[in-house]
């Protein structure tokens, strides 16, 4: 019976990782790096990735009076962070009922998929997108007075 058990929760495992995937909408999009482990375990569990170059455009025929693009070489810090987990408990009355371990599984999956995708959102939000806007009195009073003439 218990060999029986172990079955059913692999195969049941096997089933959520596929659910999981399915889920991890934004995460499938990210790019991924593996280091071995003794050097991360060296650098204290940071590694530093390659950024790929950036290039400016200059418009017109006649460019001699722009400036050259730099070549700089960036490498970007990746920090290795704790895992989440999804801890629950079945009783053995519960467990006579696959469908409750089947539902709770699924709902691990899912709230880590989740997970997964938020903390990559915030990484991404507060790393890759920081824009910042000037406006300063006179376009400030430009905006408003456009505004008025359009009323």
Known sequence: MANALAKDLEIMFENFVEGFDANCVISMEAETSYPDA????????????????????????????????DVIERLVP???RT????????????????????KMGE???QRLA????????????NNASIIVKKVDA????????????RD
Do not use: C, W
Not at 114 to 125: I, M, Q, S
Not at 138 to 149: D, H, M, P, V
């Open 38 to 69: 003794k050097s991360m375990q060296r650098a204290g569990d940071t590694f530093y990735k390659k950024q790929n170059y950036q290039a400016d455009i200059v418009t017109g025929l006649d460019i001699s009076a722009s400036s050259d693009t």
């Open 114 to 125: 989740a997970e997964v995708d938020k903390n990559l959102y915030t990484a991404v939000a």
């Open 78 to 80: 990746t920090v290795y």
């Open 107 to 109: 709902a691990a999956a």
């Open 138 to 149: 006179q376009t400030r009073a430009k905006t408003a007075i456009n505004e008025l003439l």
């Open 83 to 102: 895992p989440d987990n999804v801890r629950y408990q079945l009783d053995a009355k519960e467990m006579r009922d696959p469908q409750h371990m089947a």
